[in-house]
């Protein structure tokens, strides 16, 4: 049964040539025999004697003489005459399987990496930018589903392989020849030659109305599938105006199901097997020891089931693409990872992280760890029921952490760090009993910000000096009920005042006694989380969560603005934002992504050029989950 698109399709480039079809899609309608089962046929019968309408109907029937078909092309486009820019050439890598709809696509430069990778088992299409990481699926529409497509041949109607409607890319088409054979004109058959070592029907195609060629194609003789063509233009011409040419060629292969799946590392282009050649690494660094950016641990979990969580480490420099990244590095510890985690925690120097987990199978006590990662060594300080994340003193001399009993009791602390002058600062100081339990925002100098977590009393915010204990308001009057986040200098509090009735979100910066807020930005609805200062405490970044309640698909949108509130710029847009930090020079931020069809892992953003990439490494898969990460100094 014959149904229209609501739109009419220019088929692309190459069929340019024909003018605009009115296009429409063979789809089965109910009660309409199945498609039967895929096989080749014989091979078409064309020739140099051939009439132009034997070559149409060799070129139409041409998806009943293959199955699967793999091609490595390159697509060149020449600048109109006159023009002294040069020619852009491009790569392209098509696997494609009409018996389970499948397909595979890469493309990039002629000379380089592959930058996209798009491909469908069958079910869900991937598309995956591989120079940022980013990634987005979307299910194969069933019309699209249509395995050896032999369109019925219409003056003035198109009909376009449903399936290459999915893919759209140049060098894929020259196997759909079907495509460009329902044009109204004349086939004209010049003359054979070897093209990919396979013997080839050149043919020359004029529009009706032209008396020009459009279009010249070397047609496989054995399979009339396109492997060179040319385009002069859609009022024909001598002048070269593209060139695609298949450089290999491979039919009926059987491919490996994964060349269709999400892929476990970042693909490039390779042989039929879809292994990429491995670039040669110059310039690379070692994995251990600090670079001019420090270094950045992270966890991978891989997304099989029944798979162990490792600790691993990256030289800061590869990270942001300085440098070419050496093996991905593991890092051992005396207890596996089988509990919910947080991010280590740095000193200022690098020089030690503090870790709150448990080693014990129940998943409690917890136990405060120091790292030191120069000697690969883990210390156990001391032992309470749980112990949330730790946090550093900005001078990093000193360690807080907040411990729960697990019934109801609480309390926070504060030691040296070499283990030494430990302090229960909530127990010896007068904080209001009725206040409890009491959670800690951060530092604020030789001060701690606890807030109170009780119902009601979330605006009474105190600081409590580590030297002596003493407890004093930090503000004269009950400024918000947000989470302050001081800057490491203790000059600057972040927050987000949120208004109920109207809900609004205000981002503002304020001096420690609230004096001169400045107001940096505000949103409508959504959530803004989290706020986190650059290394030199002059500009912030943030992420804003929308929500479905505000129509469409969620978004976490990631901006940058200085603390005066000047220079607000969008620099990332995720589904689910699980971090963000900067880079110890301030260039470059971080952004974990919890969410993407291929899973979590971790982008960076040059914050100069707005460029955005994954991180990559030799060992890094894809088939892994990369989380909380730590940048150390």
Known sequence: MRRPFIILIILNLFLSACGTLEIYID????????????????EPAFSLASSSEEIQRAMLGSATH??????????TQYAPEG???????????????????RFRILTGPGQGNAERFLASDGMTILE?????????????????????????????????????????TPLSQLAFTSDFAQGEGTFKPLATEFVSGRETLVVEWTNVHSELPAWHMWLDAKTAVILKMQTFGKGGGDTIQSEAV?????????????????????????????????????????????????ELYFFTLPHRAGQSIHLVRLPGMCVVGIAECPQLESVSAPFPFDFSLTPLSWSLDGSLAAFAYPDDPNGTPYKLWLFDP??????????????????????????????????????????????SGLKDLTSTSSLPEDGRPYVMDGWVTGNIILRSAKPGNEGVISLIRIADGRVRPMFETSLTKAVFVP???????????????????????????????????????????????????????????????????????????????????????????????FSPDGKYLLISETTSPTGGHLFVVDLETLEQRIVRAPGLSLDTDWFMPSWRR
């Open 66 to 75: 293959w199955l699967s078909i793999w091609m490595d092309g390159t697509i």
């Open 83 to 101: 023009s002294d820019a040069p020619p852009q050439v491009s790569r392209e890598q098509v696997w494609i399987d009409l018996s389970t709809n």
């Open 128 to 168: 995956m930018d591989l120079k940022t990481g980013q990634s987005q699926s979307r299910p194969l529409p069933e019309f699209a589903k249509t395995g050896q497509f032999v369109p019925t041949r219409e003056p003035g109607y198109g009909f376009p392989q449903p399936l290459w409607g999915q893919i759209g």
């Open 246 to 294: 298949v450089k290999q060629v491979i039919y009926d292969d059987i491919f490996a199901n994964s060349l269709f799946h999400a892929p476990s590392s970042l693909p490039q282009f390779g042989g039929v097997t879809g292994r990429g050649s491995q670039p040669v690494e110059t310039g690379t660094i070692s994995a251990s020891g600090k670079d001019a950016l420090g």
């Open 374 to 419: 120069a000697a690969q060594t883990w210390t156990a300080l001391f032992e309470y029921a749980y112990i949330d994340p730790p946090s550093w003193s900005p001078d990093g001399k000193w360690i807080a952490f907040r411990v729960q009993d697990g019934l109801g009791g609480e309390a926070v602390y504060v030691v040296q760090r070499d283990g």
């Open 487 to 581: 800057s490491s200098d203790g000059g600057w509090l972040a927050y987000d005042d949120y208004d109920y009735d109207s809900q609004k979100h205000t981002l503002y910066v304020t001096e420690p006694d609230a004096a001169n807020p400045v107001e940096l930005a505000s949103f409508s609805g959504g959530t803004l989380y989290p706020i986190i200062w650059s290394p030199d405490n002059n500009r912030l970044a943030f992420a804003y969560y929308t929500e479905f309640t505000q129509g469409g698909d969620p978004t976490a949108d990631v901006y940058i603005i200085d603390k005066n509130g000047r220079g607000l710029k969008q620099v990332y847009r995720g589904v689910t934002v699980g971090g963000v930090m």
């Open 27 to 42: 789809t089965p309608s109910v009660g309409e025999p199945a498609v039967p089962p895929l096989q080749a046929t014989a």
